[in-house]
């Protein structure tokens, strides 16, 4: 059953640290993008991070760049965020995704080819 299961989300005060995991099956790990996504409440799914299957490329959203990590374990089919210096606005439900829709690096921001999703996980950052 093709399946991605995010995990590692929780609360955290403004300015530390959560690591979100995402386990995928063989097949979904194999395809040509994986990526993390985020909806706050009362806005639209954004584009957080992503990253191509050989690990050569990836993508961080203006806001994120600098704080946040993609990466990828081939031997354990897991895609990871690592989130620094949180803030309030990073509140929201984490998606993790992936797509062989569109084999370009230049592309692999577009949140509209992903279609294999997982359920999320919940962030929520204190002020």
């Known amino acids: 059953q093709e399946q991605l299961v995010e995990s590692g989300g929780g609360l955290v005060q403004a300015g530390g640290s959560l690591r979100l995991s995402c386990a995928a099956s063989e097949r979904i790990f194999r395809m040509y993008a994986m990526g993390w996504f985020r909806q706050a409440p009362g806005k639209e799914r954004e584009t957080v991070a992503a990253i191509t299957r050989s690990g050569l490329t990836k993508y961080y959203a203006d806001s994120v760049q600098g704080r946040f990590t993609i990466s990828r374990d081939s031997a354990k089919n897991t895609l990871y965020l690592q989130m620094n210096s949180l803030k309030p606005e990073d509140t929201a439900v984490y998606y993790c995704?992936?797509?062989?829709?569109?084999?370009?690096?230049?592309?692999?921001?577009?949140?509209?080819?992903?279609?294999?999703w997982g359920q999320g996980t919940q962030v929520t950052v204190s002020s």
């Open positions: 995704a992936a797509q062989q829709t569109v084999t370009s690096p230049t592309l692999i921001n577009l949140m509209t080819k992903y279609n294999y």
